[in-house]
């Protein structure tokens, strides 16, 4: 007589029941992989603070963060350096839920703001303020606001055809951000050398001379969104499974998705506006997050984590490792990203996606 012997599948999922009778479903592996990449974030941070021209340990930058160092100390770190990571980290994070969003809404692992336009479209703005006003950095940051919400929602108003698809969207983003790309390169060739080389310098994406000007707008935003966009999670999980799905289990699918998308174009253009154009982040840190978790859905608060992680990390990588010579951190990223993009490209042509 034959036994067969079934495999035990480890359970990763947990249900958490309150005294209330509310029903909280956790994923072990999920909740191990945020706080795994909270605490590299905060990691890279506290290494981040302590990195430039007058080096801090570790121990330092930890007594100083607590209001016990010296004058000198808390100067530094404080007024020159906590303020750059704490853009990198909001920066970070929010490219990294937005593109988390536009991937989910599309169900394309290309649907990320870099390939649809919306950074370029930031730049646009910024270069219009820059150009054609010599405006403030003030200035600067609303344009590349308002840029990243026309072009957000030209993307959507084009796209539109008895809803929003996800093919669509990407192929519409794609030819909005040759169209926005080209208006780039004229408006550079119109500026004087002296805003041209300011422009590209902002184009580049970087954290250089970063302050709290750009930390507590970009922190309110964040405080707002993404509560609202944690407390649509479930909603747009189900969307995954297609409109006519969705409708059927009481979603209001156009509803959900207009809503998300405008909240992702606003973190997006945000992120723009207060670190430039920093490419590839919004794309990545969704895919990393999901290969991670192994779960599915859109894993936005993994990938929440993962795009901060990434962005101080690779701010770290520029300052380090490569001597005197410091980069910009979009300079890493597009590195990264561009080799990412490729070795996704194949991945998806060998499984016949593409």
């Known amino acids: 007589m034959k036994t067969t012997v079934?495999?035990?599948?480890?359970?990763?999922?947990?249900?958490?029941r309150t005294p209330g009778g509310l029903s909280v479903r956790l994923d072990v592996r999920a909740f191990t992989v945020v706080a795994l990449l909270l605490l590299a974030a905060l990691a890279a941070s506290v290494l981040l603070i302590g990195t430039g021209d007058f080096p801090i340990s570790v121990g330092d930058v930890l007594k100083t963060l607590v209001g016990n160092g010296n004058a000198g100390q808390e100067f530094i770190v404080n007024d020159l350096r906590l303020p750059r990571v704490l853009v990198g980290l909001l920066v970070g994070g929010s490219l990294g839920l937005g593109g988390a969003l536009f991937q989910a809404i599309s169900r394309n692992p290309l649907g990320s703001p870099d390939i649809l336009g919306l950074g370029q479209g930031a730049t646009a703005g910024a270069l219009v303020?820059?150009?054609l006003m010599s405006g403030s950095a003030a200035q600067v940051t609303v344009g590349a606001l308002v840029g990243g919400l026309v072009t957000g929602m030209a993307i959507y108003l084009l796209a539109w055809k008895r809803g929003v698809h996800g093919y669509r969207l990407v192929l519409v983003g794609i030819g909005v951000s040759a169209i926005v790309t080209a208006v780039n390169g004229y408006l550079l060739t119109k500026a004087d050398l002296v805003d041209a080389a300011r422009a590209v310098v902002w184009m580049t994406g970087s954290l250089n001379g970063r302050d709290w000007q750009q930390v507590w707008p970009l922190l309110w935003l964040c405080a707002v969104l993404v509560p609202l966009i944690l407390?649509?999670?479930?909603?747009?999980?189900m969307m995954e499974m297609?409109?006519?799905?969705?409708?059927?289990?009481?979603?209001?699918v156009e509803r959900v998705r207009m809503l998300l998308m405008v909240a992702a174009v606003l973190l997006t253009a945000a992120a723009t506006a207060a670190a430039g154009p920093v490419s590839f982040v919004a794309l990545t840190a969704p895919q990393l997050a999901r290969r991670l978790t192994r779960s599915p859905g859109p894993n936005l608060l993994p990938s929440l984590c993962m795009g901060a992680a990434l962005l101080v990390i690779a701010d770290w990588a520029s300052q380090r490792a490569f001597g005197a010579d410091q980069l910009p951190v979009g300079v890493i990223t597009g590195v990264v990203g561009g080799v990412y993009l490729l070795w996704l490209l194949v991945t998806e042509r060998k499984a016949g996606r593409i």
């Open 242 to 252: 297609g409109d006519d799905v969705s409708n059927a289990l009481g979603v209001r």
């Open 6 to 16: 079934k495999p035990t599948v480890k359970a990763t999922n947990r249900a958490i």
């Open 231 to 237: 407390a649509n999670a479930r909603a747009l999980r």
């Open 129 to 131: 303020v820059i150009v």
